[in-house]
């Protein structure tokens, strides 16, 4: 299985940014697919998360109302559209695939992680 993330960059505040997530070795439309990011010295942080068919999402606070995550099934990608960045969005982020224990994800894959850096 592989993922690989591409798109980061550096990017102003205020500005956007599309990241994409390319998987390989399963089958996509049956693995919940993620984002998080993990900046120098903090923990990683969970972003974003799409089911299955790309219907149900799930954005977390921090970046609600500016980040976006979407899914092509039909070229296994998963998408991280991102709007209005900040400077404290700078971070390595990761896509991840996983599945729903009845309520309890469990991230069953990782891609490599590409590097957003905002600028002030």
């Known amino acids: 299985v592989q993922l690989q993330a591409s798109g980061g960059g550096l990017v102003q505040a205020g500005g956007s940014l599309r990241l994409s997530c390319a998987a390989s070795?399963?089958?996509?439309?049956?693995?919940?697919m993620g984002w998080f990011r993990q900046a120098p010295g903090k923990e990683r942080e969970f972003v974003a998360r799409?089911?299955?068919?790309?219907?149900?999402?799930y954005i977390s606070n921090s970046v609600k109302g500016r980040f976006t995550i979407s899914r092509d099934n039909a070229k296994n990608t998963v998408y991280l559209q991102m709007n209005s960045l900040k400077p404290e969005d700078t971070a390595v982020y990761y896509c991840?695939?996983?599945?729903?224990?009845?309520?309890?994800?469990?991230?069953?894959?990782w891609g490599q992680g590409t590097q957003v850096t905002v600028s002030s």
């Open positions: 799409t089911m299955w068919s790309g219907s149900s999402t």
């Open positions: 070795g399963l089958t996509f439309n049956m693995y919940i």
């Open positions: 991840a695939a996983g599945r729903d224990y009845s309520g309890t994800y469990s991230w069953d894959y």
